[in-house]
């Protein structure tokens, strides 16, 4: 999997470790698990009590990119989210 640059500070994915699945670097964490969390309303704190392996500028980062990725998209339609964009949060060989 191919990331913009922009998040390779940010993001990992290897396929030996959790499958492939971005992980936030320098850590086990999968940033789908911040994108469910945030969908379902939990609180960025309690998100980062949890994990506190990960970076508060690791979230930021990400959501500065994600509201980029949506600028200009209907934000009623559930897929103008990068939340559902198929790169992204599972890897290539899951959405072949």
């Given at each position: 999997m191919s990331l913009p640059p922009e998040l390779?500070?940010?993001?990992?994915?290897?396929?030996?470790?959790?499958?492939?699945?971005?992980?936030?670097?320098?850590t086990r964490v999968r940033l789908f698990d911040y994108i469910m969390?945030?969908?379902?309303?939990?609180?960025?704190?309690?998100?980062?009590?949890?994990f506190p392996e990960v970076k508060l500028e690791q979230i930021q980062a990400w959501n500065e990119w994600d509201d980029a990725q949506r600028q200009g998209k209907d934000p009623d339609d559930p897929y103008s989210s990068s939340h559902c964009w198929p790169?992204?949060?599972?890897?290539?060989?899951?959405?072949?």
């Amino acid at each position: 999997m191919s990331l913009p640059p922009e998040l390779q500070e940010i993001l990992t994915s290897d396929p030996d470790v959790d499958g492939g699945l971005l992980l936030f670097k320098g850590t086990r964490v999968r940033l789908f698990d911040y994108i469910m969390s945030d969908t379902v309303g939990i609180e960025l704190d309690e998100f980062l009590a949890k994990f506190p392996e990960v970076k508060l500028e690791q979230i930021q980062a990400w959501n500065e990119w994600d509201d980029a990725q949506r600028q200009g998209k209907d934000p009623d339609d559930p897929y103008s989210s990068s939340h559902c964009w198929p790169l992204n949060i599972f890897p290539e060989k899951w959405i072949e």
